[in-house]
Nanobody
Framework: QVRLVESGGGLVQPGGSLRLSCAASGSIFGFYAMGWYRQAPGKQRELVATITSSGSTKFADSVKDRFTISRDNAKNTVYLQMNSLKREDTAVYYC???????????WGQGTQVTVSS
């Protein structure tokens, strides 16, 4: 049974930074693709960032040049570093893990990120 546990969400002022972490159970974490979705109230779920087992990354245009995604296979953990946060980044952020080419076979419970002054 795969389990994903996110942490690091919270309240931050516009222009600030947050780092989300997602710890995964399982011994073959390194073979999986990982990613982050987000969903704001009244909006469709959006794929924010992905990272392959080899470290290749992709980002939504809305977060490009502000967010980075990384992974530490020794710790079974993926990170989302969010800089220059905007009010429109406010959402619940979900960690996902998938067997390539999929990225979202498994979902975490979500962590709230609120960008507000």
């Amino acid at each position: 049974q795969v389990r994903l546990v996110e942490s690091g969400g919270g309240l931050v002022q516009p222009g600030g930074s947050l780092r989300l972490s997602c710890a995964a159970s399982g011994s073959i974490f390194g073979f999986y693709a990982m990613g982050w979705y987000r969903q704001a109230p009244g909006k469709q779920r959006e794929l924010v960032a992905t990272i392959t087992s080899s470290g290749s990354t992709k980002f939504a245009d809305s977060v490009k040049d502000r967010f980075t995604i990384s992974r530490d296979n020794a710790k079974n953990t993926v990170y989302l570093q969010m800089n220059s946060l905007k009010r429109e980044d406010t959402a619940v952020y979900y960690c996902v893990m998938g067997w390539p080419p999929r990225v979202n076979d498994y979902w975490g419970q979500g962590t709230q990120v609120t960008v507000s002054s």
